[in-house]
Antibody
């Protein structure tokens, strides 16, 4: 059974940083692209970014609106993907989901990030 | 960026109805489109990928069609568990984008 478990969310002040983790199991993590998607309360889905597999040179891509503040990485030895978020703004408050597969076949349960003073 | 629009934004339907949701892209995306279903408080679930391929385990009453700039998601006979919000998502070119969603409610 595929499982994706996000962690690391919480309350952070504007301008602060936070690193989310996504622990994967039930599939060959090293072969899979991993995405991050976020959703503000009562709003739609927003694609944050993606990291591809080693076979695709760990290529990363991000939403333009993030302007270089977020970085996605992965550790295939730990079956874990990460989302490093810097210079956080109040508008980054959302539930953050990690997903696996080219088409985001599987989703975690999400972790809430609240940016507030 | 490629913009996706969905119509309608909201629809009210009855159990057994045939429902069609349209997703339009601001430029051609070939068949790199997926559809997701999201229920309140839950993570989205992949229904259709590559515009028309049914994800494993998804009921056959769901179908997708289209290519280029216009796509449709059809539910042939709406069931009680289908009341949810549906999103389209393009993965043709970066940055990937989602449509704004279509909420399907009970009439």
């Amino acid at each position: 059974e595929v499982q994706l478990v996000e962690s690391g969310g919480g309350l952070v002040q504007p301008g602060g940083s936070l690193k989310l983790s996504c622990a994967a199991s039930g599939f060959t993590f090293s072969d899979s692209a991993m995405h991050w998607v976020r959703q503000a309360s009562g709003k739609g889905l927003e694609w944050v970014g993606r990291i591809r597999s080693k076979a695709d040179n760990y290529e990363t891509a991000y939403a333009a609106s993030l302007k270089g503040r977020f970085t996605i990485s992965r550790d295939d030895s730990k079956n874990t993907a990460y989302l490093q978020m810097n210079s956080l703004k109040t508008e980054d408050t959302a539930v953050y989901y990690c997903t696996s597969g080219w088409y985001s076949d599987y989703w975690g349960q999400g972790t809430l990030v609240t940016v507030s003073s | 960026d490629i913009q996706l629009t969905q119509s309608p934004s909201f629809l009210s339907a009855s159990v057994g109805d045939r429902v069609t949701i349209t997703c339009r892209a601001s430029q051609g995306i070939s068949s790199y489109l997926a559809w997701y279903q999201q229920k309140p408080g839950k993570a989205p679930k992949l229904l259709i990928y590559a515009a028309s391929t049914l994800q494993s385990g998804v009921p056959s009453r769901f179908s997708g069609s289209g290519s280029g700039t216009e796509f449709t998601l059809t539910i042939s006979s709406l069931q009680p568990e289908d009341f949810a919000t549906y999103y389209c998502h393009q993965l043709n070119s970066y940055p990937f984008t989602f449509g704004p969603g279509t909420k399907v409610d009970i009439k």
